[in-house]
Structure formats: C-alpha cells, structure tokens
C-alpha cells in the first residue's frame, strides 16, 4: 500500500518549541499556585489535621489557589510533554480544554450580562454567607478585609450584615468585645480615634456595581488579553497537530 507523500513533510520547529514555551509558563505558574496552596494550609493547620477543612463555615480561598494551580499544571504538563514527545492526543486535550475554558467565559460573561439581577442576588448570598465565617479562616478574612477597604465599603448592602457574624452580633447573649462592632477594614480613619464614627456606610454589592462602570475599558482589556492567550495556544497546537499529522501520513 502507498501513501501519498507530501512535499517537504517535515514538522515546523518554530511550531514545536513556541509550544513548549508557552507552557512551560503555565507548568511553573501551576506549581507555583499549588505550593502557595499547601503553604496557606500548613501555616493554617489544616495538613495536620485535615478534617478542618469540613468545619469552614464560608469559602476558603485556597480551593481557588489549588483549583486554579492544578488545573494550569495538568494543561502546562499536556502542552509541554505533548510539544515535545510530539503527541497528538496530549495536544488534543490541551487545546480542548483551553477552548472549553474559553467557551465557559464567554458564557459566563454573557450570563452575567443577562440575568444581572439574578447573578447580584447570587453574589449578595456568597458575601453574606462569607461574613458568617470571618473569623473561621484567616484566609477568608483577609480576602474581606481586602475587598472593603479597596472599595470603601462596609458588609455586603449595609454595615448591619455584620450582626450576622456571632463575634460582631448585638445579641445580648454575645460576650465577645467584638459585641456590636465591625471589622477594622470598615474603618475610615484610625480605630483607636473613635472608630464607631468614622466607618464606611455603603456595601461592597453598591460599591463593586460602581466600580464596574469606571473601570469597564480596564475589565475589557483583561478579558481580551487572556481571550488572545488563549486562542493563542489554541492556534500553536493545532498546528503542531496538523505538522505531525501530515508527517504521518506522508509515509
């Protein structure tokens, strides 16, 4: 049997090592997020005792951080063996996945333009929720923290929310000195300056919706860089899938 053999059926180096290099970034940043990960849990104690990670009443941040690492590792690892070894399934999974990836932001984005009043009640429940368990996880805490004093906002609509937080509760059975009080990150000024005065009124629901609006051309050009990136790896490896395909063929 002969098969028809294509002219200079070689495949494109340029194609190959541009391939590698694009993920061998992701292979570090991958390793990179899962350490942190794992570095946030011991210094919290939870490789020690795995069984806290049940008891977290709000969401841990370094599910994100090891979400995010693992997946970025597992493509990284696909991409670069996959160049390198010249394997087509590798390469396959790698832009299929990086295409999913994709479609899922594109839909996300969509949605979120769509049912906005639906995806702020969503995001009003997730903050509530997360104000529950302040003070079960450091991590947590210092992620509200951060957003209410980037924002200038106090609880997820008002200052109030905070009473659902058994340490800030005005309930007359709360013996915490929290009693009745929000976080620092609430504060404008100094807390040692009459700190009850001096805190920020408006919630981080209100304060995000107006900072989309001034930040809109910023948030479109993160969106277009990673959507380049991505279709950017997409384009190198079905090439790459293409060259060793026709190399194949060609003998």
């Given at each position: ?81 996959g160049a390198l070894r ?150 190198l490896a079905r090439n ?12």
């Amino acid at each position: 049997m002969y098969y028809y053999r294509y002219e200079n059926a070689e495949i494109n180096c340029c194609y190959k090592y541009l391939m590698f290099s694009y993920n061998i970034i992701f292979w570090l940043a991958g390793i990179a997020f899962i350490a942190a990960g794992f570095w946030a849990w011991s210094e919290k104690g939870v490789l020690m005792d795995l069984t806290q990670v049940t008891r977290l009443h709000g969401f841990d941040p370094v599910w994100l951080v090891l979400a995010v690492g693992g997946i970025t590792f597992i493509l990284g690892f696909a991409g670069c063996v996959g160049a390198l070894r010249e394997n087509i399934c590798l390469l396959k999974f790698f832009s299929g996945v990086i295409g999913l990836i994709f479609f899922l932001e594109l839909t996300a984005a969509v949605l979120a333009v769509v049912f906005q009043s639906q995806v702020r009640a969503w995001i009003n429940e997730f903050f509530l929720a997360n104000i529950k368990g302040y003070r079960d996880d450091i991590d947590l805490q210092n992620l509200i923290d951060s957003v209410q004093r980037m924002n200038a906002c106090c609880g997820a609509q008002t200052p109030q929310d905070w009473n659902q937080n058994v340490y800030f509760s005005c309930d007359e059975n709360n013996r915490s000195r929290e009693k009745c009080g929000v976080p620092f990150s609430c504060c404008i000024q100094d807390p040692a300056s009459e700190w009850s005065k001096h805190i920020y009124t408006k919630g981080c629901i209100a304060a995000l919706e107006d900072w989309l609006p001034r930040n809109l051309y910023t948030v479109a050009i993160v969106f277009v860089v990673i959507s380049l990136l991505q279709m950017v790896g997409i384009y190198l490896a079905r090439n790459l899938i293409a060259d060793i395909e026709k190399v194949k063929f060609s003998y």
